[in-house]
């Protein structure tokens, strides 16, 4: 059944991946069990035991019944969990529908909704706004440090 996990390293025993995840992981207030895996941001998905993600290896191990050709997707909405009763196998659509969308951007500004598609925007206004201005700053810096190395004003 490990073979058919992408990316899983064969050096793992159902047993062994089953103490590693659990291992790594740690519980939460809400009941999820978030997994520390490579990277170092939170709430995304995490890969551990070789380039496997977590999400998918713990289903095979702590679930069973593993079906590759569905996706795995947490009820939670924690891309980081773990927990086998948050795991569940749906068809790519269904995951696709279960999406939700975060009413503000990761600095916390109200998100604005496109009136083409009725979603919210991908790119936040302000963010963006505020990324320009800081570099339209540097850019003119550097060109008046230039024209100083010039001689000019």
Known sequence: MLSTVKGLSRYHTEESLRAYLLERSHRTEDGCLVIEGY????????????????????????????????????????????????LRQVSRTEACRNRTQAAQCRNGHDREIDPATGRYRRVCRTCNREAQRRWREREAADVAQGRAAYGRS
């Open 39 to 86: 990277g170092r941001r939170r709430g995304v998905h995490q890969k551990v035991a070789g380039r496997a993600w977590a999400h998918i290896a713990a289903y095979v191990v702590l679930v069973g019944g593993y079906d590759p050709a569905l996706d795995v997707d947490q009820t939670c909405g924690a891309a980081d969990c773990i927990e086998p009763t948050h």
